[in-house]
């Protein structure tokens, strides 16, 4: 066999080993299970391998019936879904981080540039729903604010606010914000639609007329504030 013929066989050789070994990485890539993957994800990253590996927050869950767990579960996902940064607004990359380490243990995530707190240079009302839920908590301590920060987020988009916190339906929001937040909750009386009722609050408070007529009941967009979330 002469020098150039063995080069050339040598070649194709490990050329076929390569594609072998590239065909079985991508494999594994496919079938990979996400908490065993040992990676930091993005909104862009996620997005570009969403077909082969979908981000399922709720799936890294300590507790996935948690109440204030599916909140975050849901929000984070769909800011991931939209490629929205920060996931959720107002938290420091160390206090996210301590609520995925909290509630979602082994989700790498990075939250993304935030103003930490609440900064009211955006022009919209995440300070102000943001400082409403901050006032009507049960509960102090840092989880309950990231709650609030996590719903004020969610609540600038537009949907229904279940929507856009991810959750499966409206009676879960509802229960979350009962157990978390009754003394707000409890001021619905009429079974306001939740973002619809948070921005009332707001405008109640500025003292600034919202309603059209002295009476829900007689308001003819009385199917605006109160008709099915479905």
Same mark, same amino acid.
């Given at each position: 066999?002469?020098?150039?013929?063995?080069?050339?066989?040598?070649?194709?050789?490990?050329?076929?080993?390569?594609?072998?070994?590239?065909?079985?990485?991508?494999?594994?890539?496919?079938?990979?299970?996400p908490g065993e993957a040992n990676?930091?994800?993005?909104?862009?990253?996620?997005?570009?391998?969403?077909?082969?590996?979908?981000?399922?927050?709720?799936?890294?869950?300590?507790?996935?019936?948690?109440?204030?767990?599916?909140?975050?579960?849901?929000?984070?996902?769909?800011?991931?879904?939209?490629?929205?940064?920060?996931?959720?607004?107002?938290?420091?990359?160390?206090?996210?981080?301590? /609520? %995925?380490?909290? !509630? =979602? @243990?082994? +989700?790498?995530?990075? $939250?993304?540039?935030?103003?930490?707190?609440?900064?009211?240079?955006?022009?919209?009302?995440?300070?102000?729903?943001?400082?409403?839920?901050?006032?009507?908590?049960?509960?102090?301590?840092?989880?309950?604010?990231?709650?609030?920060?996590?719903?004020?987020?969610?609540?600038?988009?537009?949907?229904?606010?279940?929507?856009?916190?991810?959750?499966?339906?409206?009676?879960?929001?509802?229960? /979350? %914000?009962?157990? !978390? =937040? @009754?003394? +707000?909750?409890?001021? $619905?009386?009429?079974?306001?639609?939740?973002?619809?009722?948070?921005?009332?609050?707001?405008?109640?408070?500025?003292?600034?007329?919202?309603?059209?007529?002295?009476?829900?009941?007689?308001?003819?967009?009385?199917?605006?504030?109160?008709?099915?979330?479905?």
């Amino acid at each position: 066999m002469g020098r150039v013929t063995f080069i050339l066989m040598e070649s194709a050789r490990m050329q076929a080993i390569h594609g072998l070994v590239h065909g079985l990485l991508a494999l594994v890539f496919d079938f990979m299970i996400p908490g065993e993957a040992n990676m930091q994800i993005t909104p862009t990253a996620m997005t570009a391998t969403r077909s082969v590996w979908p981000i399922t927050p709720i799936g890294f869950a300590r507790d996935p019936t948690h109440l204030p767990t599916q909140a975050f579960a849901g929000v984070i996902n769909e800011a991931l879904l939209l490629q929205r940064q920060p996931l959720i607004r107002g938290l420091p990359e160390d206090r996210f981080q301590w /609520l %995925l380490n909290l !509630y =979602f @243990p082994g +989700l790498l995530l990075t $939250n993304g540039e935030t103003s930490p707190g609440l900064d009211d240079t955006h022009g919209d009302e995440f300070s102000d729903l943001a400082r409403l839920l901050l006032v009507f908590r049960a509960e102090a301590g840092e989880p309950s604010m990231w709650l609030c920060y996590a719903i004020a987020s969610a609540a600038m988009g537009e949907n229904h606010l279940w929507q856009d916190m991810g959750l499966p339906n409206r009676r879960i929001l509802s229960d /979350l %914000l009962q157990r !978390y =937040f @009754p003394t +707000l909750a409890a001021k $619905n009386t009429r079974d306001m639609k939740w973002k619809k009722f948070f921005y009332r609050q707001l405008c109640e408070q500025a003292l600034l007329p919202i309603c059209k007529a002295p009476h829900c009941a007689d308001c003819y967009d009385y199917s605006v504030c109160f008709w099915s979330e479905s």
